[in-house]
């Protein structure tokens, strides 16, 4: 399996603050690679997709870069709601995996 | 709008099984996949496989091969996972979620269920 290491494993940041979460790759994904936002209690939304590309309705201060085994996902402006833990997961194999998580917590 | 929505909470044995199903809504059943995903207390996110919608093709994590089985019924636009043999460390709240459906290009999770939770308790 393709393994998924995310860093750091907890952030905390001020609101307004510029954020950068990275994920790791054991091997080349190419850029199938995608960012889930989870709330407490809540599912998994989808924020980018294929490394780079932003869902339909999320806001623009969310972005993603990388390709092969190095992406990052930053936020520019951190806002209230966006308190919240991120997940990578690759799709480039069938049998998908997800990092472990980066939970963005208030300074 | 897209719509996954699933059967509620389960208490079961160590040894038992569980069935937890998921109703699609909003969109094309048999045009995209449908993964299951688990999430343990307190734990990150586990894939645990996927089923296309169109043919009922699967792929199941290595770990989980020989006590799960997903199934969908195209009649009624429901996808199911079953799993056997159950352990404490499957207590988790397990999520469907779109997928896609495509046997020879990457597949997106797009949309999730809000979730089932399973306890396994003696």
């Known amino acids: 399996d393709i393994q998924m290491t995310q860093s750091p494993s907890t952030l905390s940041a001020s609101v307004g603050d510029r954020v950068t979460i990275t994920c790791r790759a054991s091997?080349?994904?190419?850029?199938?690679l995608a960012w889930y936002q989870q709330k407490p209690g809540k599912a998994p939304k989808l924020l980018i997709y294929?490394?780079?590309s932003l869902e339909s309705g999320v806001p623009s201060r969310f972005s993603g870069s990388g390709s092969g085994t190095e992406f990052t996902l930053t936020i520019s402006s951190l806002q209230p709601d966006d308190f919240a833990t991120y997940y990578c997961?690759?799709?480039?194999?069938?049998?998908?995996?997800f990092g472990q998580g980066t939970k963005v917590e208030i300074k | 709008q897209v719509q996954l929505v699933q059967s509620g909470a389960e208490v079961k044995k160590p040894g038992a099984s569980v069935k937890v199903s998921c109703k699609a809504s909003?969109?094309?059943?048999?045009?995209?996949?449908i993964s299951w995903v688990r999430q343990a207390p307190g734990q990150g996110l586990e894939w645990m496989g996927w089923?296309?919608?169109?043919?009922?093709?699967?792929n199941y994590a290595q770990k989980l091969q020989g006590r799960v089985t997903m199934t969908t019924d195209t009649s009624t636009s429901t996808a199911y996972m079953e799993l056997r043999s159950l352990r404490s460390d499957d207590t988790a709240v397990y999520y469907c979620?779109?997928?896609?459906?495509?046997?020879?290009?990457?597949?997106?999770?797009?949309?999730w269920g809000q979730g089932t939770l399973v306890t396994v308790s003696s």
């Open positions: 091997q080349s994904i190419s850029s199938w």
């Open positions: 997961q690759q799709y480039n194999s069938y049998w998908r995996t």
């Open positions: 294929k490394a780079s």
């Open positions: 089923i296309s919608a169109y043919n009922g093709n699967t």
């Open positions: 909003g969109y094309t059943f048999t045009s995209y996949g």
């Open positions: 979620a779109r997928d896609g459906n495509s046997p020879t290009q990457p597949r997106l999770i797009d949309y």
